[in-house]
Each structure stands twice: as C-alpha cells, then as structure tokens.
C-alpha cells in the first residue's frame, strides 16, 4: 500500500516567516500534486510536479519534487494570512492512476 | 459542466435513517473518488472509480456505505441507517485518466 506522510501536521507562524512542508513516501509516484484548502471549500490544485528533481515556482510558493520521486517539499517565503489553509499533497501511483492523498498540513498565518 | 457538482450542499437527517449523495463530474472525466472529511482532519478515501473498471472499495468505513457510479458519469454514495459519526463533510472529485483531481465543494452531513 502506497503511504504519503506530511509534516508537519500543524503550523502555525506570524506573518513574514518563511515555512517549508513536506511530504515523503517509500513508494516512487508518477507524479506529486499538492492542493490548498480553504474552509467550506474542496481542494484546489496548486501544482503537479512530474519529473525527478524538478522545481516550480508559484509566486512565494516553492514546489521541489525528489530526485528519486518519492518525497516532495512545499516552502512558502514570507507568509501571508492570505496563505492559511490545509495543504494536502497527493501522489498518483504507478499502477492504476488512483491519487493516494497525506493528511495534510494545517497552516495559519498570524498578522 | 464547468466543474464538479455535489448535492445537496447541506443535509441534515435523523440517526437511523438513509441518505443519498450525487456527485456531477467533470464531463469526459474517467476517474471518480469520494472522501470523507471531519472537521480540522485530512481527506478520508472511501472509493475511487476509473472507466469501466471494478470500483476500488477499500476505503468504505462499513456495509452501510456503498457507491455507484452510472454510464460513468453520475455518481451517488449511499449511507444507510445513518449514524452520529457519519456526520462529516463528504467530497468528490473527478479527473481525467492520470490527470490532476478536481473537487467540488463537498456535501456537509450532519446525523442528529
């Protein structure tokens, strides 16, 4: 069974600091998505990462896939209270395509 | 339609009774999930839908939940004699065969 764990599981920092989660797995992904949450909404994608070692940036938001493809990192420079939420990361296995999900990351960010 | 569809919004039912949920995916999305998730908690996977393969179940709590997903596009999760724990917020996503999940805005069920 493919397992993704985050940490941490819960942050909260004041706004200006910068942050890193992350996302690690013994098993290899295709690739690595990670979402946002707001309350009362569903998820929303952020970003797909695919290939081994790759970076995406999304404005303060930093998105590194391991060389190995087994572990991801999301790093947000000086935080804003705009970014609190739940953070998930999701890998889609090799076989079948199912997205395997983390628990997720509850981020707040204080003013 | 534009994005994925969930009804009702709101449910609120009595301890005992049977609920129904509807999921509207994309159009032309091949792949369906249904999670469940508590309050301040991660995603939950019930069960999972891709073409006409065999539905991964694996993630159903109990024999009171059971899904359908018909000519691959609608789909409806079914709890049946409903109880306080099941009280949660369920959410759906759909997404093309390897592609990205895309959400609706969930179904909260409140069992009093």
């Known amino acids: 069974t493919q397992l993704l764990e985050q940490s941490p599981q819960f942050l909260s920092i004041q706004e200006g600091e910068n942050l890193t989660v992350y996302c690690n797995s013994s098993s290899v992904f295709s690739s690595l998505q990670w979402y946002r949450q707001e309350p009362g909404e569903g998820p929303v994608l952020l970003v797909t990462?695919?290939?081994?070692?790759e970076v995406k940036k999304l404005k303060r938001l930093t998105f590194q896939f391991g060389d190995a493809r087994k572990d991801s990192s999301l790093h947000i420079t000086a935080a804003q209270p705009g970014d609190t939420g739940l953070y998930l990361c999701?890998?889609?296995?090799?076989?079948?395509?199912?997205?395997?999900f983390g628990q997720g990351t509850e981020l707040s960010v204080k003013p | 339609g534009a994005g994925v569809s969930q009804s009702p919004s709101n449910k609120v039912t009595e301890k005992g009774k049977d609920v129904e949920l509807r999921c509207d995916p994309i159009s032309g999305h091949t792949a369906l999930y249904w999670y469940r998730q508590s309050l301040g908690q991660g995603l939950e996977f019930l069960i999972y839908?891709?073409?006409?393969?065999?539905?991964?179940k694996s993630g159903l709590p109990s024999d009171r939940f059971s899904a359908e997903r018909t000519g691959g596009s609608v789909s409806t999760l079914t709890i049946q004699r409903t109880q306080q724990e099941d009280s949660a917020v369920y959410l759906c996503?759909?997404?093309?065969?390897?592609?990205?999940?895309?959400f609706g805005q969930g179904t909260r069920l409140t069992v009093v």
């Open positions: 839908f891709q073409g006409n393969s065999a539905p991964d």
């Open positions: 996503a759909s997404s093309s065969y390897r592609g990205p999940a895309f």
């Open positions: 999701a890998g889609e296995g090799l076989q079948g395509g199912k997205l395997i």
């Open positions: 990462v695919v290939t081994g070692g």
